[in-house]
T-cell receptor, first 112, second 115 residues
Framework: GDSVTQMEGPVTLSEEAFLTINCTYT??????LFWYVQYPGEGLQLLLK?????DKGSNKGFEATYRKETTSFHLEKGSVQVSDSAVYFC???????????FGKGTTLSVSS | EAGVVQSPRYKIIEKKQPVAFWCNPI?????LYWYLQNLGQGPELLIR????????DSQLPKDRFSAERLKGVDSTLKIQPAELGDSAVYLC?????????????FGPGTRLTVL
């Protein structure tokens, strides 16, 4: 079945460091891909998405490119801030499906 | 605009007791989802409603879990009786419809602890 694998955390960075969180997926066809963020005490929020191969999703300085050839959707940010500390989830929704399938989440901690 | 509302935010019960969670989706959203999030894991779908109809409940453990969305608006998820392994966060989400282009909006979740 469809699945998402993302890098284990926690990821600990200093402010202004470069961030990469790896995400790979297994799915038939052309799923839509998402990154969600969960700040402490809050619900999941959609960070960015891409719906077809080579699409780049971007928001709040974060980017991720849908790579069909490597079945990947890695999250990147050039300069992280303390306020980016949160749990990040990679997710997919298959062409036929409606429910989201999530990875296990990666905790990011940014210190000043 | 109000987001997805869930209550209670936290619940602690003894095993074998019943428990219920309530969700009010964003106004106008026809599709409602309940997800289960175990510690250190991503959310997993339990049930999806289109208006008042449960259209995907294949992952709902029906021996002890039940859900309803009687008027196609708010929804209740119940566990009876609760087991230790049910300790988790229960998330509710809603979207305009189930189309793949519709964003799912999540509530803050209910954290259940079963002692």
């Amino acid at each position: 079945g469809d699945s998402v694998t993302q890098m284990e955390g926690p990821v600990t960075l200093s402010e202004e460091a470069f961030l990469t969180i790896n995400c790979t997926y297994t799915a038939t066809g052309y799923p839509s891909l998402f990154w969600y963020v969960q700040y402490p005490g809050e619900g999941l929020q959609l960070l960015l998405k891409a719906t077809k191969a080579d699409d780049k999703g971007s928001n709040k300085g974060f980017e991720a490119t849908y790579r069909k050839e490597t079945t990947s959707f890695h999250l990147e940010k050039g300069s992280v801030q303390v306020s980016d500390s949160a749990v990040y989830f990679c997710a997919l929704r298959s062409e036929a499906g409606t429910a989201l399938i999530f990875g296990k989440g990666t905790t990011l901690s940014v210190s000043s | 605009e109000a987001g997805v509302v869930q209550s209670p935010r936290y619940k602690i019960i003894e095993k074998k007791q019943p428990v219920a969670f309530w969700c009010n989706p964003i106004s106008g959203h026809n599709t409602l989802y309940w997800y289960l999030q175990n510690l250190g894991q991503g959310p997993e779908l339990l049930i999806r409603y289109e208006n008042e109809e449960a259209v995907d409940d294949s992952q709902l453990p029906k021996d002890r879990f039940s859900a309803e969305r009687l008027k196609g608006v708010d929804s209740t998820l119940k566990i009876q009786p609760a087991e230790l392994g049910d300790s988790a966060v229960y998330l509710c989400a809603s979207s305009l419809s189930s189309g793949s282009y519709n964003e799912q909006f999540f509530g803050p979740g209910t954290r259940l602890t079963v002692l």
